[in-house]
């Protein structure tokens, strides 16, 4: 038998999240109809919503925000998709405590839920999410199906069964499924408030991006410092990737586990990280690039999602509050001679980036590009910049 949370009379629940242990929490649905099935995990940003829900990392996930009113500033359309190719999965459901209201901001261009249902996202309001968040911290993130049904017509045997056939995130190449299928240019810039988004005309380096499920203000981030970008998907061999003439080389971010994307792309990275030029590898990329330098990976209990995570660079002692997204960390105690730690999660100590000494390599955990989170982590794309100078010079 399931044990059912009634956070509001069964009468008149429209939406529900199952969990594979059999717990179901009754709420309003919003959004898009019908189930979705995937990883629940929690996020502490208050702001952002738009971003995080079209991050490719969050392929497979079900998101639910602790923070209580999402969705009060509506959605807009300069705020692009972070996804890089349109229409790829990111998040497929979205749980939060108060009801959506009507958008009360002058740059919404539409109502959240109205987003929400464009987007294919099922949302669920009105449940008790801080007893949710305390269930994930306990007990880790769990399988999980949540639906709105609009005639409250619920099943909840079926949404339990549902998340236990779900055959989770681990050993899951997921990567495979937001990638883009054919290469791209980018020169698009950061967004500023007089201009909007505004084209590099003149640039210094040449990167190419392999890209895993890349954010697109990764791809302006490396424009405002000088770089037009290539990308180019998992699959592309090194051959056609030197082939381009790149400056660097950038290995993105991207959902699922990186064990199971390097039996896939693991020989075109090894062959960059031989190549000699300088590579910025960011969440999965940071992760895909420590198993090609020879350390190991491990699946996280609860991971890091949110825009407030104190992370200390160990190279300046300077700690800077980061954007994170990831379920999977690299375990720091299997790190090779020569690879060294360079950044550090001050939440749980665990690992947020490396360096290779004496060749032109670094990455971090978390997502520098800050979409959504702060801006403090824009350094490091100026770090690869100087990278590429250095490399230039001989």
């Given at each position: 038998m399931s044990y059912v949370e009634k956070t509001q009379a069964d009468s008149s629940a429209t939406g529900a999240i199952a969990l594979a242990d059999g717990t179901v929490f009754l709420g309003h649905g919003t959004g898009a109809t019908g189930i979705r099935i995937g990883e629940l995990c929690f996020n502490t940003a208050i702001t952002g919503y738009q971003e995080i829900l079209t991050d490719p990392s969050y392929a497979s996930q079900i998101v639910l925000f602790t923070f209580p009113h999402i969705g009060n500033v509506g959605a807009n359309p300069e705020d692009h998709e972070e996804s890089s190719e349109p229409?790829?999965?990111?998040?497929?459901?979205?749980?939060?405590?108060?009801?959506?209201t009507a958008p009360s901001n002058w740059r919404a261009g539409e109502g959240f839920d109205s987003w929400l249902k464009t987007r294919g996202i099922v949302g669920l309001s009105g449940v008790d999410t801080r007893a949710i968040t305390r269930l994930i911290r306990e007990k880790g993130m769990p399988k999980a199906a949540i639906c709105h049904q609009p005639e409250g017509n619920i099943d909840f045997e079926a949404l339990i069964n549902a998340a236990r056939a779900w055959e989770g995130l681990e050993c899951a190449d997921l990567a495979a499924n937001v990638?883009?299928?054919?290469?791209f240019a980018n020169a698009e810039q950061l967004w500023q408030p007089a201009e909007g988004y505004s084209a590099l005309t003149d640039g210094a380096y040449h990167v190419v991006v392999v890209d895993f499920g890349v954010k697109k203000n990764i791809l302006r981030n490396l424009a405002s410092v000088g770089a037009r970008t290539t990308v180019v998907n998992g699959d592309t061999p090194f051959e056609e990737i030197l082939a381009l003439k790149p400056d660097g080389i950038v290995l993105s971010n991207g959902p699922g586990d990186p064990a199971a994307t390097i039996e896939r792309s693991g020989d075109t990275i090894r062959a960059v990280v031989g190549s000699g030029l300088p590579i910025l590898g960011i969440c999965l990329g940071h992760q895909l690039l420590a198993l090609a330098l020879g350390a190991k990976t491990m699946k996280m209990a609860q991971g890091h999602h949110g825009a407030n995570h104190p992370v200390k660079d160990l190279a300046t002692g300077k700690v800077e509050i980061v954007s994170m997204n990831h379920g999977f960390t690299v375990d720091p105690a299997t790190l090779p001679p020569g690879v060294e730690e360079s950044h550090r999660s001050l939440f749980d100590g665990t690992n947020s980036g490396l360096a290779v000494k004496d060749r032109p390599i670094i990455s971090v955990q978390h997502h520098p590009e800050a979409s959504p989170g702060p801006q403090d982590s824009f350094y490091l794309f100026r770090r690869f910049a100087d990278l590429m100078d250095k490399h230039r010079a001989g």
């Open positions: 229409g790829s999965d990111a998040a497929l459901g979205a749980i939060f405590r108060e009801p959506i990638d883009a299928d054919t290469s």
